[in-house]
């Protein structure tokens, strides 16, 4: 490992990532979080070590931290509270790269001294994630009248750190098989999981799809996407208005009313996304959401977007519309559609599968508790488990594009589970699902 390079703490080298997650006891970073999450003791100590690990890391191995401090199911129960408590730093407080080396990042994606770019710039980060960190600025009055901002910027050197874990298989399959993909077509979704994490890195590209989310959203009052600073973003630096609210964490804790209004915003921006912009973000950690009041939420982040086709999404809607009505037969068929599924063994099974997903929507109104997000992360182990037994002629291959409505449907009930409330979810989805 004498070749081993970083740049501001960030591990960039394959050899010296794959190094680092050993010291998880691991042999590759396909379980670099769960892989210790076994024994008798409460999993705090090896829950603190992989937050230490992971969050140098950064990266893909940070995000797998990060599904693990708030997906239920990936942890056992009885270690899922240190493991949440642990790891919920990587999810804004992971560690930061220096100020000195995020002022060279702004100014060499801007062009201009940073004095010239900001009135005001703050050394101090106010949140840091897997990807980037963001600080606190302030612009000149000649560019929309001096308001503060927010600036995120990429960790130096996290492209290429980034890279080597793309490069690296074990992680690449483990996030796969978090996601529900093993046995199904790997490399097809692996191309996908490359493709989207890449994407990541495009902060133009994340600008682009932060404004089209803002334009579907127009005129909600309850769902606010923070306007951009075209002027000072570019590939790795984007600037929007800066925003305050609650955190999750303070949101979980307010009175009913306020949690069943934030439940309603959440459940409206996702499938709002999904069945009318035809995008989602499949990226629901709680760090990327501030809460305000009367159920206003503002979203964060838009680096994970799956774009879904038209066709897809003409499906999608079906079986949305199915499941409003309590079709059980009319869902049925709609799931087929939608899967590209073979008559056979599996088709039961992803059918069974979908139909426990779309519960809250038969069921409504309904509470989604933890121990249902969670059943819905061991759903699909067994659902890959049965297709491992199956004969290839029975076997059909997930959508790629549907990869990543696995790691939404994970997150984002569990993220309504923390919320803890009764809602009509159908009511929601009956006033902005259009009319084929």
Request: proline share 4%; with cysteine.
């Amino acid at each position: 490992m004498a070749d081993e390079k970083k740049i501001e703490g960030v591990p960039k080298g394959r050899l010296g990532r794959m190094a680092r997650l050993a010291a998880l006891g691991l042999k590759t970073g396909a379980g670099a979080v769960l892989a210790r999450a076994t024994g008798n003791d409460d999993g705090k100590a090896v829950a603190d070590q992989a937050a230490e690990v992971l969050g140098n890391l950064r990266g893909l191995a940070a995000k797998v931290g990060q599904m693990a401090s708030y997906v239920d199911g990936l942890v056992p129960e009885s270690k899922r509270d240190a493991f949440e408590a642990s790891l919920r730093v990587l999810r804004a407080q992971a560690p930061r790269s220096s100020a000195a080396a995020v002022k060279r990042v702004v100014e060499d994606e801007l062009g201009a001294p940073l004095d010239r770019l900001f009135a005001s710039f703050d050394d101090e980060p106010i949140a840091s994630a897997s990807i980037g960190q963001v600080h606190r600025a302030r612009l000149h009055d000649d560019v929309m009248g001096g308001v503060e901002v927010a600036v995120k910027v990429q960790h130096p050197g996290i492209r290429k750190a980034v890279e080597s874990d793309l490069a690296n298989a074990g992680i690449l399959e483990g996030m796969g098989a978090m996601l529900g993909s093993r046995r199904f077509d790997s490399k097809a979704h692996l191309a996908i999981i490359r493709e989207r994490f890449r994407e990541e890195l495009d902060y133009a590209l994340e600008a682009e799809r932060l404004s089209a989310f803002r334009r579907l959203h127009e005129g909600d009052p309850t769902i606010r996407v923070p306007a951009l600073v075209a002027e000072r973003s570019a590939a790795s630096v984007i600037t929007t208005e800066l925003v305050r609210g609650r955190s999750f964490e303070e949101a979980a804790e307010a009175d009913e009313a306020s949690r069943r209004a934030w439940a309603e915003t959440l459940w409206r921006f996702v499938f709002k996304g999904n069945l009318v912009g035809g995008m989602f973000n499949a990226d629901p950690h709680p760090g990327n959401y501030l809460f305000d009041d009367e159920g206003r939420i503002t979203f964060l982040d838009y680096g994970c977007i799956q774009v879904i086709p038209e066709k897809k999404r003409g499906y999608a809607r079906a079986l949305h519309r199915a499941a409003l009505v309590r079709d059980e037969d009319d869902f049925a068929e709609r799931v087929s559609l939608l899967l590209d599924a073979k008559p056979g063994a599996l088709e039961v099974e992803a059918r069974a599968y979908s139909r426990l997903c779309f519960e809250p929507l038969f069921a409504s109104p309904y509470r989604i508790t933890r121990g249902y997000a969670a059943s819905l992360v061991g759903a699909m182990k067994t659902l890959a488990m049965a297709a491992r037994k199956l004969p290839d002629d029975e076997i059909f291959t997930m959508p790629a594009e549907m990869l990543f409505m696995n790691r939404l449907q994970f997150g984002f009930y569990s993220v309504l589970a923390r919320l803890d409330v009764e809602v009509d979810y159908a009511a929601v989805e009956r006033a902005f699902l259009p009319d084929d």
